[in-house]
């Protein structure tokens, strides 16, 4: 097979709709896209949830769609792996976590468990602490206090009674164990401003000295706090509740945060044997360990490291020595440089990196600057410098965040318009133009069974067309029809699949595999 030259063209926000009201595609004439489902090869490919590893029927967005198209894997966030982790069972049997209680058992000890109580899952989640509680169960270890800090930020302001109740609830139905020992808000336990004297030392000496206010009746207090008209869960000053729950020589601490910056100081503070921001009372044995790494240069138990990227296709393409440039508007450039490189700001040889001005929010802005975007790639295609192209338009999510139905009709066609023209121009410059997205949002405008706007990404698979000379080949209707409904892959194979249309090796760290024998 010859080496092919390539344009990967992400048309950001499209994803593929439902056959209903609530999809413009409907109402539009999209004739460049017609004839491409009739005579090119083209599939649906998943771009949201696991397969790009996010939470189960959690939509797509433009960082995560980026780096899995750059990088050809799945990058699992640390919350993500955390609940495979939970619903595959291996949670229940992860050595990490077991020697937290084998430490425990060794030495008569007890188990602290600290992190925030939310409603929200962005910084720990509420049912990660409830499985950690089910494997002590499963350990027969009882011997359990947890710290909690009150949310109130990304909880509502007065939540955190409720969630106590229902955690008190969950332990008393699961015959769990775990006993509230001390309480106090955010504000102090999660600072990030580097205040280390006036919040993260209130909270390290409530934890292990008890300094705070003791409470007896945590209900009763709580109601007496919300009283107050301007109270915030978030400022709840230290409580103690059970001056036996605090960490004693030999215990064990685990920090139940899955997200990394929040925690640091407190953790840096537990950790650090060179800390010096306050004097801490002297704890012997402790063994301290975190769900996910919060110091980067510090050796302590971490129970699921961060995944690595080893590779990305901007690198692989340089490593072949081919001449690759990126195209992209200015407040979008991270998305080509920082996420489809995989999380690294690199510079790679014989790549050049383009960016073009706001493409602004009124239609007329949008329709000019898509026009110049356009032209810009003629000329890029039309010089032949460069073996490939990639480039990323957001007119799709501009409009699709805007929820103007008749708007997103007249965006669509102005888009199949143009496309109708540039196809011509990569076909008799011999490139092969890949049409894909990132994640789904214009396809779907109207929430269907209220009829409201939607204005937010969503669950859709998106389109991959593959415009190729060599693919060429009439589909019959049966046929159109099984591919607009079959979901192939997902966005992790576009990498893979352009290597193979270069005829460059697949590297062994891609997760996703080529389509071209699927789509032949």
């Known amino acids: 097979m010859s080496k092919k030259k390539v344009i990967l063209l992400i048309l950001d926000g499209w994803g593929r709709g439902e056959e209903n009201i609530s999809n413009p595609f409907r109402f539009a004439q999209t004739k460049t896209l017609d004839y491409f489902r009739k005579f090119y090869p083209f599939c649906l490919l998943n771009a949201s949830g696991y397969a790009v590893g996010l939470n189960h029927d959690e939509p797509g967005n433009c960082e995560i ?15 993500v792996k955390i609940n495979l982790a939970i619903e595959s069972g291996d949670f229940f049997k992860n050595k990490n976590l077991l020697d937290i209680f ?57 939540s955190a009674l409720e969630l106590i109740d229902k955690l008190t609830k969950i332990i008393e139905q699961g015959n769990l164990s775990g006993k509230i020992a001390t309480l106090c808000g955010r504000f102090y336990a999660l600072d990030k401003t580097g205040e280390y004297f006036l919040r993260t030392q209130r909270v390290f000496l409530l934890l292990t000295e008890g300094k705070g206010e003791l409470v007896s009746d945590l209900r009763e207090f709580l109601k007496e706090q919300y009283k107050q008209t301007d109270f915030n869960d978030s400022n709840l000053q230290p409580v103690v509740l059970d001056p036996q729950g605090l960490i004693k020589d030999n215990d064990a601490v685990l920090f139940f945060h899955h997200e990394t910056k929040s925690l640091f100081q407190l953790a840096n503070a537990f950790v650090n044997p060179n800390f010096k921001e306050f004097k801490r009372p002297a704890r012997k044995n402790l063994y301290i360990a975190s769900l996910t790494k919060y110091l980067d240069n510090i050796n302590y138990p971490v129970i699921f490291e961060e995944q690595k990227i080893t590779t990305n296709l901007s690198r692989i393409i340089a490593e072949n020595r081919l001449k690759q440039i990126k195209i992209i508007d200015e407040p979008r450039k991270e998305l080509l440089n920082f996420y489809f490189n995989g999380f690294i700001s ?98 779907k405008m109207i929430e269907p069974r209220f009829g409201q706007k939607e204005t937010l990404h969503n669950l859709s698979p998106v389109y991959f067309y593959l415009i190729d000379k060599d693919y060429y080949q009439e589909k019959t209707k049966p046929e159109i029809l099984f591919f607009e409904r079959k979901i192939l892959g997902s966005l992790v194979d576009i990498a893979p699949t352009i290597l193979d249309l270069m005829n460059i090796a697949i590297p062994k760290e891609f997760n996703g595999k080529s389509l071209l024998k699927y789509l032949k």
């Open 65 to 79: 769609g980026h780096l899995t198209i750059g990088t050809g894997i799945v990058f699992y966030r640390s919350d």
């Open 346 to 443: 690199e510079e790679h040889p014989g790549e050049v990196f383009k960016t073009l001005p706001s493409f602004g929010n009124t239609w007329e802005s949008i329709q000019t600057k898509t026009k110049e975007f356009f032209d810009v790639l003629k000329i890029t295609i039309q010089e032949s410098v460069f073996d490939f192209i990639t480039a990323s338009l957001p007119t799709f999510d501009l409009i699709g965040h805007q929820g103007n139905f008749n708007l997103a009709i007249k965006a669509i066609e102005f888009i199949d318009a143009i496309l109708e023209d540039f196809f011509n121009t990569c076909l008799e410059n011999k490139y092969s133009l890949i049409l894909t997205s990132d994640h789904g949002n214009i396809e």
């Open 102 to 158: 084998r430490h425990c058992q060794a030495f008569k000890s007890r188990l602290h468990l600290v992190g925030l109580l939310s409603h929200n899952t962005s910084l720990a989640d509420f049912n990660h602490l409830i499985a950690l509680l089910r494997l002590a169960k499963q350990e027969k270890f009882n011997d359990i206090y947890l710290h909690l800090f009150t949310d109130g930020i990304d909880s509502p302001p007065k």
